[in-house]
C-alpha cells in the first residue's frame, strides 16, 4: 500500500509564513510528478505548485513569486514554502503524487488526507 501523509497546516496572520511537508509511504518504485492542490469551501480544487523528479516547478499565478515548492527524493518529500500569506490563501491543501508501485508495478495518482491552512487577523 502506498500512502501520503501531510503535515504543517495550521492558523497564521496575513503576511505570515508556514512550511507544508508530503511524506511518501509504503511500496513504491519511483515518483513522478508531485503537486500541491488546495479547496477553499465552496470552490473547486485547484493546482497551486507543481514539481517534476527533476526539480521543474510550475505555480498558479495566484501563488508565484510567494510560494516556494521543492522536494527531496531520497526522503520522498514534498515540501511547500508559503510566504507573504493571504486571506485568500485559506483552503485544505492536499498533496499529490505520481506513484510506481513495486507490487503493483503500475503508475497510480495518490493524495494525502489534507491539512487545513487558515489566514486570519
Known amino acids: 500500500q502506498v500512502q501520503l501523509v501531510e503535515s504543517g497546516g495550521g492558523v497564521v496572520h496575513p503576511g505570515g509564513s508556514l512550511t507544508l511537508s508530503c511524506a511518501a509511504f509504503?511500496?513504491?518504485?519511483?515518483?513522478?510528478?508531485m503537486g500541491w492542490y488546495r479547496q477553499a469551501p465552496g470552490k473547486q480544487r485547484e493546482l497551486v505548485a507543481a514539481?517534476?523528479?527533476?526539480?521543474?516547478?510550475n505555480y498558479s499565478d495566484s501563488v508565484k513569486d510567494r510560494f516556494t515548492i521543492s522536494r527531496d527524493n531520497a526522503k520522498k518529500t514534498v515540501y511547500l514554502q508559503m510566504n507573504s500569506l493571504k486571506p485568500e490563501d485559506t483552503a485544505v491543501y492536499y498533496c499529490?503524487?505520481?506513484?510506481?508501485?513495486?507490487?503493483?508495478?503500475?503508475?497510480?495518482?495518490?493524495w494525502g488526507q489534507g491539512t487545513q491552512v487558515t489566514v486570519s487577523s
Open positions: 509504503g511500496s513504491i518504485a519511483s515518483i513522478a510528478n
Open positions: 499529490n503524487a505520481e506513484i510506481l508501485g513495486i507490487v503493483t508495478n503500475v503508475w497510480d495518482d495518490y
Open positions: 514539481i517534476t523528479r527533476g526539480a521543474r516547478t
